[in-house]
């Protein structure tokens, strides 16, 4: 019986599921926040255990794994007698520039790729190595797996993932585009075919990751053909804080009307912009939906620009694909919002698609289709579980 811990590293935070792999169960997950950082403190959630709460200084990465171990393993809170019993740790890692398109066993030649690449997610990619090395530590001869969230992305042809600038930037410094949330695309695309009952080698869906960070897919028997976010994860739809796709020479602009440097805007467009932007309210769509019901004018707007985005992409991955069987929704947005999901497919009907508005209306937590029987397209919600899918990763290189 495999059980791997899921480690996804930040900065300052390192969030951890424990999970046995054969019963696809989660035995305990928590985070550790403020590390480095005064008053650091440990949470986690055990199966059939009390919530365990510690407030204690983590100076770095290494003393939050160790706290960690402890409260797996500890009587009172924990699930395993020993450390012993991780199997394997599977590790969340953003970056993995065009050299892995799939999950890998930790190396040192992987590590050098993790570091190589942090000019390209500088503020993942470290504190993933910083989390790999912590484990490495703590727990010495125990298998890490790295699972990048730019692999799906790497099926991608030449001719979509090249932008059209000098072909020497791609050259000399890899500017490229690489799409993210792949975890989450590859596990939401695989289980719609899965699920759906589609061919797995020829079936086309698109995936809409919609949360804070907004992105869609569009694959071909589960391979990635194309997805909206680029060289980072700016690129694309109107997200919660972020722009999406804008005419660059809009960060000129704004730079010289207002005395700001490129970073300034920049960091305008990734944290200022998007649906908080337009609609000054929240990039929180609760938020949106309850101000738009009480007559804001520019939350409305801000939700009509969210939904439009979305429809245009599916329309150009659908004929990039030259078809789509399914279109499948899922992320805190995908999954909860039903005047989204009910919008965008409103808009669909061109492709044959019939929404099913009753099912749509329900608050329900399950996988489930929303389209009518009669739907050409299938529309879909299945809840997206990018832990798991590291872990089945892992499990699978390790045995
Ligand atoms: P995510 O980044 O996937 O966690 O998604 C966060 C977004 O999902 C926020 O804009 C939330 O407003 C939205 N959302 C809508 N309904 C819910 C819900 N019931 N639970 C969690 N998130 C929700």
Redesign the pocket.
């Known amino acids: 019986m495999l059980k791997i811990l899921v480690i996804n590293a930040g900065s300052s935070s390192l969030k951890y599921q424990f999970i046995d792999i054969e019963k696809k169960e989660v035995l305990a997950k928590g985070i550790c926040e403020r590390i480095g950082i005064e008053g650091s403190k440990i949470s986690q959630k055990a199966d059939g255990k009390p919530e365990y709460e510690l407030v204690k200084d983590m100076k770095d990465h290494s003393d939050a794994i160790k706290m960690v171990i402890d409260a797996l393993t500890s009587k009172e809170y924990g699930v395993i007698s020993s450390m012993n019993e991780i199997d394997a740790v599977g590790h969340r890692v953003l970056h993995g520039g065009k050299y892995y398109s799939a999950s890998t066993i930790v190396t040192d030649d992987v590590k050098k790729v993790i570091r190589d690449c942090f000019d390209l997610g500088p503020l993942h990619n470290p504190a993933n190595l910083t989390g790999i090395e912590a484990c490495e530590k703590a727990m010495p001869g125990t298998p890490q797996v790295a699972v990048f969230d730019t692999a799906f992305g790497q099926s991608m042809d030449k001719k979509v993932y090249t932008y059209a600038i000098p072909y020497e930037y791609y050259e000399k410094y890899a500017i490229r585009r690489y799409g993210f949330h792949g975890i989450s695309h590859n596990f939401v695309a695989n289980r719609a075919l899965e699920v759906i009952g589609l061919d797995k080698e020829k079936g086309k869906v698109i995936v809409c990751?919609?949360?804070?960070?907004s992105s869609i897919s569009a694959s071909i028997g589960g391979k990635c053909v194309d997805t909206s976010m680029g060289l980072t994860p700016l690129e694309g739809l109107v997200m919660?804080t972020r722009s999406g796709d804008v005419d660059p020479a809009v960060v000129q602009y704004i730079a010289n009307k207002e005395n700001k440097t490129v970073d300034e805007v920049l960091n305008i467009l990734n944290k200022k912009s998007g649906v908080l932007g337009i609609s000054k309210v929240s990039?929180?769509?609760?938020?949106?939906?309850d101000a738009a019901e009480n007559g804001n004018e520019m939350a409305k707007l801000a939700l009509d620009m969210f939904i439009y985005r979305v429809v245009k992409y599916i329309g150009a991955y659908a004929a990039a694909m030259n078809g789509v069987d399914a279109i499948v929704f899922t992320?805190?947005?995908?999954?909860?919002?039903v005047i989204i999901r009910d919008a965008v497919a409103k808009s669909l009907t061109y492709l044959g698609v019939e929404l099913d508005e009753k099912i749509n209306s329900e608050?329900r937590k399950d996988e489930r289709c929303i389209s009518t029987p009669n739907s050409k397209v299938k529309v879909w919600v299945i809840p997206?579980n990018e832990e798991l899918m590291i872990a089945e990763d892992t499990a699978r290189l390790v045995k």
């Open positions: 990751h919609l949360g804070n960070g919660g990039s929180d769509f609760r938020d949106l939906e992320a805190g947005i995908g999954e909860n919002t608050r997206t």
